[in-house]
């Protein structure tokens, strides 16, 4: 079974704190991708990174940063310094299960407050 | 480049009445997602097409949910009879093959079943 755990339901924090949300993953899968995206207040889902089960380097974009370590089945997503304009929903999730079209699994979100 | 386009973007009904919701995906994009989000929950694919045959509708409740995509473009989810559990965000999401890439979603229709 294919599966995407999000313990954190709410975070908050203060302008400029680092903050980090986890995400733990299922699946029998040896070949599967793994995504993170933004849902702001407006609703549409943003499309933040992919990452590949062969790939497990880190990898950075700006601010943003994700950790994927296989031996854990996690793939963490921290903000640096964060800001206001980072409130949202925040999703991973999982694509795998090829033979059916390798539907996205979506964890239940972390909502991140981000306060001035 | 233009999104996906969703409409409604609200929707209230009583329960027992239909409902549609309309999706325009981006242009040239072969495959064609719906998603249903229930309150505090991440989405939950309910269709998946490519163009416009369906590949996975494994989660679709086909008692009452149907969905057409015309032409292998505009889609349609369609709700008779409604129920209060379909209470919900729908959203539409689109990409370029369908092979585990990035989707691209629209802002979705909110649905108030009543």
């Known amino acids: 079974a294919q599966k995407v755990t999000q313990a954190q339901t709410e975070i908050s924090v203060v302008e400029k704190e680092d903050v980090t949300l986890d995400c733990v993953y299922e699946t029998r899968d040896t070949t599967y991708y793994l995504f993170w995206y933004k849902q702001p207040p407006s609703g549409e889902l943003v499309f933040l990174i992919r990452?590949?089960?062969?790939?497990?380097q880190n990898e950075i974009s700006g601010r943003y940063s994700w950790n994927f370590q296989k031996s854990t089945s996690s793939f963490n997503f921290t903000i640096t310094a964060s800001q206001v304009v980072d409130s949202a929903v925040y999703f991973c999730a999982l694509s795998a299960d090829y033979n059916q079209g390798g539907k996205l699994i979506f964890g239940q979100g972390t909502e991140l407050s981000v306060k001035p | 480049e233009a999104g996906v386009a969703q409409s409604p973007r609200y929707k209230i009904i009583e329960k027992r009445q239909s409902v549609a919701f309309w999706c325009n995906p981006i242009?040239?994009?072969?495959?064609l997602y719906w998603y249903q989000q229930i309150l505090g929950q991440g989405p939950k694919l309910l269709i998946q097409?490519?163009?416009?045959?369906?590949?996975?509708d494994s989660q679709l409740p086909k008692d009452r949910f149907s969905a057409e995509r015309l032409k292998g473009v505009d889609s349609t989810l369609k709700i008779q009879p409604a129920k209060l559990e379909d209470s919900a965000v729908y959203l539409c999401?689109?990409?370029?093959?369908?092979?585990?890439?990035?989707?691209?979603f629209g802002s979705g229709t909110q649905l108030s079943v009543l």
């Open positions: 242009s040239g994009h072969a495959t």
């Open positions: 097409f490519q163009n416009n045959g369906v590949v996975d």
């Open positions: 990452r590949n089960s062969f790939d497990e």
């Open positions: 999401a689109s990409s370029l093959t369908g092979r585990r890439e990035k989707l691209f």
